[in-house]
Antibody
């Protein structure tokens, strides 16, 4: 069965970086994209970024929300079927539960399986 | 960015009731619209994709309709396990934005 298992909760100080991992199993990793979505306390879901399935040419495509562009990087490691999301220059309003999701759309945006979520707390 | 609105923001209904949630996009998004169920402490779950298609394994009491900018999500007969917040989400272009959610509970 398809599973996405994320790394554990993190507490970071403002200005620091965090890297969340998402280990997948139960499907062909290179055939699907991965998106990252977060939910701050009391807020709605917010899409952050996407990395494509293997495109056979320049490896992978990425796309990011303007709000976090320049601070976020999404990567993937085929050897371990794991995706990563790194967020830099953390601020208090980055405190949220971060989810990875398998993305079954060729340009991103259809999240059919999700990880369990990782709480990232930014506090001095 | 495309803005998504949902109504109502919350509702209370009896077991067996028909529940309808509407979602409106700020511009035409064709049928690039998904619906998710989100229970507290759990990961969101995809229920409907491309506005009308039921995800594999999802009970048939859930359905979606619409295209363009106006969409509807329906639970034909509300069950106790359907207590959750429901979100619409477009994927016409980036950023893929979600609606503010509709919280559904049992009367």
């Amino acid at each position: 069965q398809v599973q996405l298992v994320q790394s554990g909760a993190e507490v970071k100080k403002p200005g620091a970086s965090v890297k969340v991992s998402c280990k997948t199993s139960g499907y062909t990793f290179i055939s699907y994209g991965i998106s990252w979505v977060r939910q701050a306390p009391g807020q709605e879901l917010e899409w952050l970024g996407w990395i494509s399935a293997y495109n056979g040419h320049s490896n992978y495509n990425t796309n990011y929300a303007q709000k976090v562009r320049g601070r976020v990087t999404v990567t993937r490691d085929t050897s371990t079927s794991t995706a990563f999301m790194e967020l830099r220059s953390l601020r208090s309003d980055d405190t949220a539960v971060y989810y990875c999701a398998r993305d079954s759309s060729s340009w991103g945006g259809r999240f059919d399986y999700w990880g369990q979520g990782t709480l990232v707390t930014v506090s001095s | 960015d495309i803005q998504m609105t949902q109504s109502p923001s919350s509702l209370s209904a009896s077991v067996g009731d028909r529940v309808t949630i509407t979602c409106q996009a700020s511009q035409d998004i064709s049928n690039y619209l998904n619906w998710y169920q989100h229970k507290p402490g759990k990961a969101p779950k995809l229920l409907i994709y491309d506005a009308t298609n039921l995800e594999v394994g999802v009970p048939s009491r859930f359905s979606g309709s619409g295209s363009g900018s106006d969409f509807t999500f329906t639970i034909i007969s509300l069950q106790p396990e359907d207590i959750a917040t429901y979100y619409c989400q477009h994927y016409d272009n980036v950023p893929f934005t979600f609606g503010p959610g509709t919280k559904v509970d049992i009367k």
